[in-house]
């Protein structure tokens, strides 16, 4: 089931004619419930991956990021964040959606559904990274960069992050 307000593509609808999506998102249902932290975690980089290349084919960044939560008893919560500059890099988008499946606290619940949305898109070149003292001058995303061409040429599973190798993906 998508999203409240988004078809099923897991991207909201545009507000007119010709406008670019405002979230992109994506989900998955557990085939067995799973109370396993390290399965959730893996399966919301599998999704924060997904999400990012889709945000960097359509050439746009994102500010929030938000979790959403499904409960073997179908109990459905969301959290989310908002980071001070958008972005399009997985490892980002991951390491908030981490952080808000943590600080969920939980101890063994069955999750049945973990979806990773970004929202508050913008055009990616309206986007000017402001880099930190000692920062390297290329990092994250201009590897993902290379890694969408990588996958554009070889197909989906030629490059990707190595807790996903030997998963479905």
Known sequence: M????????????P???HAPDRSMGADR???RDTDDPDVVVTEMLRLSAKVAGRMRSAGVAGRTVTIR???AGFTTITRSRT???A??????VHRVAVMLFRALGLQRARIRLVGVRVEGLVPREQ????????????GWSDAE?????????????????????????
């Open 2 to 13: 998508p999203w409240p307000g988004a078809s099923t593509s897991g991207c909201s609808p």
């Open 145 to 169: 960069r290379a890694m969408d061409r990588a996958t554009r040429r070889f197909g989906s599973s030629a490059v990707r992050p190595a807790r996903l190798l030997g998963g479905a993906g």
């Open 29 to 31: 249902t557990f085939d």
């Open 127 to 138: 986007v000017h990274r402001q880099m930190q003292l000692g920062e390297r001058e290329h």
């Open 83 to 85: 980071l001070t500059e």
């Open 87 to 92: 972005t399009d890099v997985t490892v980002e």
């Open 69 to 71: 939560v499904r409960f």
């Open 15 to 17: 507000s007119g004619p």
